[in-house]
């Protein structure tokens, strides 16, 4: 069974600036007395997470809420095993599929069908699985032949299909994701949204940052808010949801006064 | 279950050990973005990545003849020397000038997905070899027009080669923390490699040398050319020069593991 277990886990920055990235300065301040190398080090700690500790099994859909800033996407970035906690211990059992950027690793010299092949090769997934969802893909992108020419030739809306076509081809165990994935789209918008919600309904965990209310009520079941690197409440969603309106004035009660809302993106109607 | 991600199951040694290890097995993936790497350089160009072979060409004559004619050398031992010579050069100082960006390059990639690090470095120095075979076409189209054939013991080439390959990874990761940290290394190591090729038997040979010649013993980088160029051209290397050779490889893993285990949790942060 997958699952997420993190336990006390805090991530620490150091913030290098300015002198702090010259190995020249670093070496010639080391030379001289301690009080000159305090100051001419600037070294800022980022405490970007702090003691963090959850678990997560089979058919957990977490959400993640909290301002900017505070922690969401170094969380994802934890369970996803690209930071190693500072301190701290994090356990993830399953294939995990980050979906952070859908482009990533795309290469506009490449062709279309070079590039689906290579994001798969980077998530790994295996050569035959790709080449035997490829046509399923082409089909679903309606790009047609542009898949044989270089992706610098597409439009942003083909790029979009193309991106949006691959990632959500693959079977995720454990799905990552930093805000939804929204198509602007108009005639694609349906599609998308059907098949973006199937992808996300096979995914046995799936954790989700994101600001808009509406994706959230609709895609978890649990939700997580965070606060500079720590968890103010974790729990039901509308439990969480209704105590963190409250806290921060935004919600039903707000959006009737006018006042901004949680909804400050809306990616997708509702 | 498949896969199993445990941050305190092993110590940062065994990590950063199983690092290298899953990074050199992961061949079918750097393999392929090598590849990826040398076809998008040359996509556009009629004769692909053979414009290297033709401008490396190029370099080798106009090179040949003016410092053959300078130092006085034959010609048909003298070119040999310098194809094979400029081809070993050019890998070395694109290691030491790309390894730097190992992981600045790959940034986006090691903040969206977990894979061995050492995969990064591993498809710069894999797409550097490309680049050198196709240098060394050069070499082996000259031996062939001068009947050179260097028997049995050219076989040794390859063990030097391996030497080469493997000193030029811990070169490359070594780097590749260091610029991943402190952002003023890559123009640091850019001017080395300008002074190394001077001070490098490239383009003129050790034997020019005639009363300082311990000044080139105390260059690692000959060594490492000198293990592929020598069995190339037939020549008996003295085994004292494979042996420091060898210790040059063991010295540079053990520096670079070491820094390995210490910072590889942190490169990801650095970046």
């Known amino acids: 069974m997958a699952a997420i277990h993190l336990d006390q886990v805090s991530v620490d920055f150091v913030v290098y600036q300015g002198s702090g990235r010259s190995l020249k300065k670093t070496l010639l301040h080391s030379s001289t007395s301690g009080i000159i190398r305090h100051d001419a080090q600037h070294r800022i700690q980022v405490h970007a997470l702090d003691r963090v500790s959850l678990r997560l099994e089979h058919g957990d859909r977490l959400g993640l809420i909290g301002g900017n800033g505070a922690g969401k996407t170094t969380l994802l970035r934890a369970m996803a095993g690209v930071y190693e906690p500072t301190t701290g211990r994090i356990r993830v059992a399953g294939q995990v599929t980050p979906l952070f950027d859908l482009s990533i690793g795309f290469d506009g010299d490449a062709t279309g069908y070079d590039n689906i092949r290579m994001r798969a090769a980077y998530l790994g997934v295996s050569r035959q699985e790709i080449e035997g969802k490829m046509d399923e893909i082409a089909a679903f992108t309606e790009l047609g032949g542009h898949l044989d020419l270089p992706v610098r030739t597409y439009s942003a809306g083909m790029m979009l299909r193309l991106a949006f076509g691959a990632a959500t081809a693959i079977d995720a165990e454990i799905l990552l994701m930093d805000e939804w994935i929204a198509v602007s789209d108009a005639q694609f918008l349906e599609k998308a949204e059907r098949r973006a919600e199937e992808f996300v309904g096979r995914a046995s965990i799936l954790v989700m940052a994101s600001h808009v209310e509406s994706v959230l009520r609709r895609l978890c079941n649990k939700l997580l808010w965070l606060e500079n690197g720590r968890v103010v409440m974790m729990g039901p969603l509308e439990e969480v949801l209704a105590a963190y309106h409250a806290a921060t004035g935004t919600g039903d009660m707000a959006r009737k006064r006018g006042s901004p809302s949680l909804t400050e993106q809306p990616a997708m109607p509702s | ?271």
Not at chain 2, 122 to 151: E, K, S, Y
Not at chain 2, 180 to 193: E, G, H
Not at chain 2, 227 to 237: K, S
Request: glycine share 6%.
């Open chain 2, 1 to 271: 279950m498949s896969l199993l991600f445990d941050s305190a199951d092993r110590s940062q040694t065994a990590r950063a050990y199983e690092d290298l290890v899953t990074g050199v097995t992961s061949w079918s993936l750097w393999g392929m973005l090598g590849w990826h790497d040398i076809r998008k350089r040359y996509r556009r160009s009629v004769l692909g990545p053979f414009w290297l072979t033709l401008s490396m060409a190029v370099l080798v004559a106009s090179l040949g003849l003016i410092y053959g004619s300078l130092f006085r050398f034959e010609l048909h031992n003298y070119l040999p020397f310098l194809a094979l010579g400029l081809a070993i050069w050019s890998f070395i100082a694109a290691v030491l000038n790309e390894g730097g960006q190992s992981f600045l390059e790959f940034e986006s990639l090691i903040k969206h997905v977990r894979m061995p690090l050492s995969v990064h470095v591993l498809r710069i120095v894999w797409r550097n070899l490309i680049i050198l075979a196709h240098n060394a076409v050069i070499f082996a189209v000259m031996a062939l027009w001068l009947g050179l054939w260097p028997g049995a013991a050219g076989l040794l080439v390859l063990p030097g080669l391996a030497l080469l390959v493997t000193n030029a990874v811990w070169v490359a990761l070594l780097l590749g923390i260091a610029c991943a940290r402190f952002r003023d290394v890559q123009p640091i190591a850019a001017s080395v490699v300008q002074l190394l090729f001077f001070v490098t038997p490239v383009m003129w040979k050790p034997e020019l040398m005639a009363e300082r010649q311990w000044l080139i013993l105390l260059n690692p980088i000959h060594y490492l050319i000198e293990v592929v160029r020598a069995p190339l051209l037939g020549e008996t290397l003295p085994l004292s020069d494979w042996g420091v050779a060898v210790l040059i490889t063991i010295a540079g893993w053990s520096l670079t593991f070491a820094t390995y285990v210490r910072f590889r949790k942190r490169i990801a942060y650095w970046l």
